[in-house]
């Protein structure tokens, strides 16, 4: 009996998951985002979540400077390139993500303070909660 491989296509939470460490990549090594991702996705999107995908790094490669702008002002006594490349990247997603328009705010924000849980400092989701949440 021969084994049956699955190609299983990665859930929204996966592929946020996979956009932040492409991000992450690209901020912390200067490497083109769109190679990170497509290193990281190639063959597990479906062609909704791929359009998708794309339009989320368009808009962080477009406009990462404005977000940057947009967000510095919520960070209180702190600049964006003092986050970590982890929370940079976690805020770029989310910021690009709530652009898109196609999922709900408390959705994004959501996503994002457990992707912050799992790769972040233990206190950390609650300052990306609360920034995201101001915007």
């Known amino acids: 009996m021969g084994c049956v491989k699955i190609n299983r296509m990665m859930n929204r939470h996966d592929l946020r ?10 901020l912390l ?15 597990k999107l479906s062609a909704e979540d791929r359009q998708y995908a794309s339009k989320i790094l368009y808009n962080i490669v477009q406009d990462k400077d404005s977000y940057i702008a947009k967000v510095e002002p919520l960070l209180k006594d ?15 997603e989310a910021i690009s993500e709530l652009k898109v328009g196609e ?3 408390a ?8 992707i912050t ?13 609360g920034v995201l949440d101001k915007l």
């Open 117 to 129: 849980k799992s790769l972040c400092d233990d206190g950390r989701h609650k300052y990306i909660n």
């Open 78 to 92: 702190w600049t964006f390139e003092r986050l970590n490349y982890v929370e940079q990247a976690i805020i770029l």
């Open 17 to 26: 998951l996979n956009l932040v460490s492409a991000i992450y990549q690209h």
């Open 103 to 105: 999922v709900a705010k």
């Open 29 to 43: 090594l200067d490497k083109d985002l769109f190679n990170q991702a497509d290193g990281l996705l190639e063959g």
């Open 107 to 114: 959705i994004i924000i959501n996503e994002a303070v457990v």
